[in-house]
């Protein structure tokens, strides 16, 4: 195709028909061509095009995710096989990859289309659960059913055996995913700038008990013990497989599997500042104060605030 197209990837389930309606108008007055999934036909306007989504990644420059981080990811796995620069529009409640806000996001295409922002890469998990290939942005778990006992496996790293895990869930993450399901397990957070995979268990009874932090370069395997519960693979959080009780999942990490634009790379940074803070990451005072819109923290400026405590 000559023209530029731009592909739409659309929140499963929010009503994006406001920012869509933005994008096609702005569309039409740039002469660029927009394209959905066939799925998403009936979401969006007549004058965006449908096709399967095998096809839409191959024909797209970008895509534009409007959502929040799980349609990131989707987006991003759409495209990983050729990766392309992805847009993060905000649609969701706590992003964490998503930069542009809807105000925002005017100037956005028009940065877009004149090729003015940086790309931000982002590492993948490569598996292969049962046979079946699969990619992970954020990570990939191994969850026990609910009241069937627990998860057990072992680890083996490069063909050799480490030793074995029994809890109620095992999650594999990359320095993205480290924020997520990693995180809420008990795993460190990882700089997005790191190149690692971290292996942590979740609620742990018996074996290994702590977070394993491991090379890139080093191939992973997690194979399920006789008597182990029935167990759930999850990949970004979607459920791929469900009630295994036996099988192995096998790990490679590969880099810049996903461009994510970046408009902003330091505000963008300070936004994840204050969302970490949401994660019991307190922030010093004055650096809360920073991350406040300006007009507001001028009001404050001409305050006379107490000493801290």
Known sequence: MDRTLLGLVLHPTRDATGIVSIIADWAARHHTGLVVRTEDRHRVPATVEAMPAEELAEHVSALISIGGDGTMLGALRSVVRDPKPVLGVHLGKLGFLVEVEPPELLEALDRLANKNFTVEAHSCLACDVCGDDIVAFNDVAL??????????????????????????????????????????????????????????????????????????????????????????????????????????????????AGLVVRLDPRRYQERNQLKLSLLDLPLLPEQLRELLPEGLREQLNRRKLPPPR
């Open 143 to 256: 969850v026990r059913q609910p009241g069937s006992g627990f998860v057990t496996a072992t680890l083996a790293v490069d063909g050799q055996r480490y030793g074995y895990y029994r809890c109620d869930a095992l999650v594999v993450s990359t320095p993205t995913g480290s924020t997520a399901y990693s995180y809420a397990a008990g795993g460190p957070l990882v700089s997005p700038a790191t190149q690692a995979v971290v292996v942590t268990p979740s609620a742990p009874m018996a074996g290994i008990s702590r977070s394993v932090v491991l090379s890139p370069e080093e191939k992973i395997r997690l194979e399920l013990t006789p008597g182990s519960a029935p167990v759930a693979v999850e990949m970004d959080g979607l459920v791929i497989r469900e009630a295994a009780t036996e099988g192995a999942i096998d790990i490679s990490y590969r880099r810049e």
